[in-house]
């Protein structure tokens, strides 16, 4: 993927890498948010919302292929910049391997080799999976109400396909809260 010159590089910190994954409405941005208030650091939030809200306010058209690029590099952007100013951990409201799997949803199993590489180069510490027990809220981007059970399926799925250990989070908001906090208060405590 070609980098663009204005992106910022990585900040070689030691940082608990935290990535909130899953399905749309399931809270990912709220957590990433109140977890890094809580633990006084930095978030990075979901470019590829932004980048298509933007779009549908616009024009109202929705995602298309061409897309996937610019839409991944804003989220390395973002990743980088909160990884600059983070302090101890920093939280990812999802990252490219949500797009990858979007990507292959959305366009019967097609995800840009770019995207496909940088997902296999980069690494983080924690997986969040949210499950889809808490309600939908519809928005200008979100379409699949009705089929919340099979994309969490799809999700997960993705993270067993990588190999990535993950731990779901379940249950009302101030449950998920609660367990994450005490989930990275210990790995915070413990580090590898």
Same mark, same amino acid.
């Not at 993927?1 to 010159?5: A, P």
């Not at 992106?7 to 990585?10: E, G, L, R, Y």
């Not at 024009?59 to 909160?82: H, V, Y």
């Not at 490219?96 to 997902?119: A, R, T």
């Given at each position: 993927?070609?980098?663009?010159?204005q992106?910022?590089?990585?900040s070689?910190? $030691?940082?608990?890498?935290?990535?909130?994954?899953?399905?749309?409405?399931?809270?990912? &941005? *709220?957590?990433?948010?109140?977890?890094?208030?809580?633990?006084n *650091?930095?978030?990075a939030?979901?470019?590829?919302?932004?980048?298509?809200?933007?779009?549908?306010? @616009?024009?109202?058209? &929705?995602?298309?292929?061409?897309?996937?690029?610019? @839409?991944?590099?804003?989220?390395?952007?973002?990743?980088?910049?909160?990884?600059?100013?983070?302090n101890?951990?920093v939280?990812?409201? *999802?990252?490219?391997?949500?797009?990858?799997?979007?990507?292959?949803?959305?366009?019967?199993?097609?995800?840009?080799?770019?995207?496909?590489?940088?997902?296999?180069?980069?690494?983080?510490?924690?997986?969040?999976?949210?499950? !889809? $027990?808490?309600?939908? /809220?519809? $928005?200008?981007?979100?379409?699949?109400p009705? $089929?919340?059970?099979?994309?969490?399926? @799809?999700?997960? /799925?993705?993270? +067993?396909?990588?190999?990535?250990?993950? @731990?779901?989070?379940?249950?009302?908001?101030? +449950?998920?809260? /609660?367990?994450? +906090? &005490? !989930?990275?208060?210990?790995?915070?405590?413990?580090?590898?």
């Open positions: 993927m070609e980098k663009n010159n992106q910022p590089k990585p070689g910190k $030691d940082l608990l890498k935290v990535v909130f994954f899953g399905p749309e409405s399931t809270g990912k &941005t *709220t957590l990433a948010n109140d977890l890094a208030v809580h633990f *650091t930095t978030w939030a979901e470019y590829m919302r932004e980048y298509l809200q933007k779009k549908w306010d @616009i024009s109202k058209e &929705t995602c298309k292929k061409e897309d996937l690029i610019p @839409i991944a590099q804003g989220q390395m952007k973002n990743e980088a910049f909160a990884e600059i100013c983070a101890k951990v939280f990812y409201d *999802t990252n490219l391997l949500q797009l990858k799997v979007y990507s292959e949803v959305y366009y019967n199993g097609y995800c840009p080799p770019e995207i496909e590489k940088e997902v296999t180069s980069r690494t983080y510490d924690i997986y969040f999976l949210l499950y !889809i $027990d808490i309600p939908w /809220e519809a $928005d200008d981007l979100r379409d699949k009705n $089929d919340r059970e099979a994309m969490f399926q @799809i999700f997960e /799925e993705a993270l +067993k396909i990588k190999n990535i250990s993950y @731990i779901t989070l379940k249950g009302a908001y101030s +449950k998920r809260l /609660e367990t994450a +906090k &005490t !989930i990275l208060e210990n790995a915070l405590k413990n580090p590898k």
